[in-house]
C-alpha cells in the first residue's frame, strides 16, 4: 500500500467520522430544542398555579355597599 491511498483511506475515514458527528449533533439539537419547548409549557403551568394559590389563599373580596346619602328634608 503506498503512501497516497493510505492517506486516501485515512481522508474516506475522517469525512465518515464528521459525517456522523454532525448528524449526532443535528439529533442532539433537536433534543435541546424539544427540552426547550417542555420547559417553557412546564414555565405556564407554574406561573398559572402560583396565580391560582395565592388568589385561594387570599380572604375572599366582599362588596361594601354604601347607601346614597338621602338629603334631609325642610322642615
Do not use: F, R
Not at 435541546?32 to 380572604?59: A, H
Amino acid at each position: 500500500m503506498t503512501q497516497n491511498s493510505q492517506h486516501q483511506t485515512h481522508l474516506e475515514s475522517a469525512i465518515e467520522q464528521q459525517k456522523v458527528l454532525l448528524n449526532e449533533i443535528q439529533d442532539l439539537n433537536v433534543q435541546v430544542n424539544n427540552k426547550k419547548e417542555v420547559v417553557l409549557k412546564v414555565q405556564g403551568v407554574i406561573e398559572y398555579l402560583q396565580q391560582v394559590v395565592s388568589s385561594d389563599e387570599q380572604p375572599p373580596e366582599t362588596a361594601v355597599v354604601t347607601p346614597p346619602e338621602t338629603k334631609k328634608a325642610k322642615s
